[in-house]
Nanobody
Framework: VQLVESGGGLVQAGDSLKLSCAAS????????MGWFRQASGKEREFVSAISRNGINTYYADSVKGRFTISRDSAKNLVYLQMDSLKPEDTAVYYC????????????????????WGQGTQVTVSS
């Protein structure tokens, strides 16, 4: 499966952005999906994950209550709604796909994931 992220950009603190991850090759509905980010000079870190069936989600503490992950499997899309953005959210955001063992499982570790997109830059100015 090929993953392509979009929706990044330059915003001010407190603004919102919605990232999209489009899957091609195979349907994203077959995969558990995750979002990760990597700030300049830092390790890539987990942001959020959603199970294949879309029922179960998980968030990093740093984004909990501000970010929302969702999916539209019919459209092969996964979203990351980012509200109340902070300068520390500045990073390249990546989506990832994992063939799950169970339809309700989400995955928090990047080594779990089989496929990755190229990333989209999000810059939040203060």
């Amino acid at each position: 499966v090929q993953l392509v992220e979009s929706g990044g950009g330059l915003v001010q603190a407190g603004d919102s952005l919605k990232l999209s991850c489009a899957a091609s090759g195979r349907t994203s509905g077959e995969y558990a999906m995750g979002w990760f980010r990597q700030a300049s000079g830092k390790e890539r870190e987990f942001v959020s994950a959603i199970s294949r069936n879309g029922i179960n989600t998980y968030y990093a503490d740093s984004v909990k209550g501000r970010f929302t992950i969702s999916r539209d499997s019919a459209k092969n899309l996964v979203y990351l709604q980012m509200d109340s953005l902070k300068p520390e959210d500045t990073a390249v955001y990546y989506c990832a796909a994992k063939t799950p063992y169970y339809t309700g499982t989400y995955y928090k570790h990047q080594n779990d994931y089989d496929y990755w997109g190229q990333g989209t830059q999000v810059t939040v100015s203060s």
